[in-house]
Every structure is written in structure tokens, then in C-alpha cells.
């Protein structure tokens, strides 16, 4: 609960009509004039403060505002799993100590954060990507996780050597085709855009503006 204080109005009324009634009543020509109602003026606010009092008033706090929650449960659901395969691959980046797989790592979170960014921002590009959430994502989350594993041992045998060895080939690939996966969902955009410049250069050249001289020149 929040308290304040309401200050009462009616003293200072009171203090008001003194002020009024002394100077019909009587001549404010001298400073003690003034000084004899500024005393009787503060007299009868003592009085009217006795008699109605300020008030302390409690009142509700306003209750704070809720976060907002995203409203679109497919949005929401690629927000998620942007936060938890970002949150996986650094865990993985903090606890593989290689140089090499660290960057690369670095890599696959940077393209995954902008792949996942742009359905988001645009929903209907989600099915071009149903095959990188569904298997190529956590199939590297997998694949990451099981060289960990075994290079936590720090033991050195055929099997762990050959699989470390198969996954770290691996992610340069994998690397190469989340690049990719990202580029794939800008080609409606590209196209547009080549239509575009398409007819902005048939345009200028039937208007002679498209280089050379001897055209049409263009008046400001």
C-alpha cells in the first residue's frame, strides 16, 4: 500500500477571507497593519488546521505492468529454440577447449541466431527451414556433444580419435551449409530485386540515360 498525505483546503480558505475582511474592515496603510493581519491570518490557520486536519490516504499499488508475451505461438516457439540452440552451442564452446572447432563454433551460433531471426521476422519463410530446425541443427548439437564426451576423457583410442576426427572434417561442412541455409532465404528477395533492376535498366536505356552521350538530357 502507498500512503500520502491530502492536505485540507479550508484553512487556507479561512486565511483567505481574514485577509479579505481585515482589509474591508480596516486600513492596511502601515507595516504593522499588515503585520497585526499576517498574525491573525496565521491564528486562525493553527485553529483551522486543529479543526480539519491534512489526511493520510493509502491507496493501492498500481499494479506493474506484465511483461509482454509474444502473442504468436509460432513466433514464440522459434524464439525458444533460438535461445536454447544458442545457449547449447555456447556451453559447448566454453567446455571444447580446440581453437579451431571454438571458431567455427562461434560461426554456426552466429548463422543460426540470423536463420532463425529472419523467419521470425518474416513467418512464411518457416517451411524453408523445417529441415534445419528439425534434423541439421540438433543433429550438430548431437554431434558436438559426443565429441565433448569423449574428449573429457582425455584418453586416446581408435574409437574416440576416429569420431573426433569425423566430426571436426564434419563442421567445416556443416559451417559451409548453414551459410548456405541462411543465403536461401534471401533468393525471393534476390529475384525481386534483379526483376527490379531489370526494368530500371531497359528504362534508362529507352530514355538514353543508361551511359554514352547524344541522349536526352534531364532538366532540374
Not at 482589509?23 to 504593522?32: E, K, M, N
Not at 562461434?106 to 532463425?116: A, C
Not at 586416446?156 to 551459410?179: H, P, R, W, Y
Request: aromatic share 6%; net charge negative.
Amino acid at each position: 500500500m502507498n500512503t500520502h498525505k491530502k492536505v485540507s483546503v479550508l484553512p487556507i480558505y479561512l486565511v483567505g477571507a481574514v485577509w479579505l475582511g481585515y482589509a474591508l474592515l480596516f486600513p492596511l496603510y502601515r507595516v504593522s497593519d499588515y503585520l497585526l493581519c499576517a498574525g491573525l491570518s496565521l491564528a486562525v490557520l493553527i485553529l483551522g488546521k486543529a479543526i480539519w486536519p491534512d489526511k493520510v490516504v493509502q491507496s493501492a499499488e498500481a499494479p506493474k505492468p506484465e511483461p509482454k508475451q509474444e502473442t504468436n505461438p509460432e513466433t514464440a516457439a522459434l524464439h525458444k529454440e533460438k535461445d536454447r540452440a544458442i545457449s547449447e552451442l555456447r556451453r559447448l564452446n566454453e567446455a571444447i577447449p580446440d581453437a579451431k572447432i571454438s571458431a567455427q563454433i562461434d560461426r554456426l551460433e552466429e548463422v543460426t541466431g540470423k536463420i532463425i531471426d529472419q523467419v521470425i521476422s518474416n513467418p512464411k519463410k518457416k517451411p524453408q527451414i523445417s529441415r534445419f530446425l528439425d534434423y541439421f541443427l540438433p543433429t550438430t548439437l548431437k554431434l558436438l556433444n559426443a565429441y565433448d564426451r569423449m574428449d573429457s576423457t582425455g584418453v586416446s583410442g581408435s574409437n574416440i580419435d576416429t569420431t573426433k576426427q569425423k566430426v571436426e572434417e564434419m563442421l567445416d561442412t556443416l559451417c559451409a551449409a548453414f551459410e548456405k541455409q541462411l543465403d536461401s532465404l534471401f533468393g525471393e528477395e534476390a529475384l525481386d530485386i534483379s526483376a527490379d533492376i531489370a526494368v530500371m535498366e531497359n528504362l534508362l536505356a529507352q530514355e538514353g540515360l543508361s551511359g554514352g552521350t547524344g541522349g536526352p538530357t534531364l532538366e532540374l
